[in-house]
Nanobody, 122 residues
Framework: QVQLVESGGGLVQAGGSLRLSCAAS????????MGWFRQAPGKEREFVAA????????YCADSVRGRFTISRDNDKKTVYLQMNSLKPEDTAVYYC???????????????WGQGTQVTVSS
């Protein structure tokens, strides 16, 4: 029904930037929350940022506020995560996710991508 495919991860030095993309396939994402999560080795998966597909309302975690920006292109059915001023502690696998009910601040997203690795060197 819904498929999410992340891309754009890689190796970057501290202070650098990356833009992650999430290509979404599905009939409609009206009312959905689209989110980015990350998981570092040995740690719990954590919420990073989310955006309402319909309204564009955004929310991001305190740890990335001011550095990361989530956006979406409805025509391309693509969600982006622009990551600036990257820190070594940002190193993780980053996952794109979709939530049918439009609730952004939840871990209970309905669909998940496979993830893309982001490594930030010091």
């Amino acid at each position: 029904q819904v498929q999410l495919v992340e891309s754009g991860g890689g190796l970057v030095q501290a202070g650098g930037s990356l833009r992650l993309s999430c290509a979404a396939s599905g009939r409609t994402f009206s009312g959905y929350a689209m989110g980015w999560f990350r998981q570092a080795p040995g740690k719990e998966r954590e919420f990073v940022a989310a955006i309402s597909w319909t309204s564009g309302r955004r929310y991001c975690a305190d740890s990335v506020r001011g550095r990361f920006t989530i956006s979406r292109d409805n025509d391309k059915k693509t969600v982006y995560l622009q990551m600036n001023s990257l820190k070594p502690e940002d190193t993780a696998v980053y996952y794109c996710a979709a939530q049918r009910s439009g609730i952004m601040r939840t871990m209970d997203y309905d669909y998940w991508g496979q993830g893309t690795q982001v490594t930030v060197s010091s």
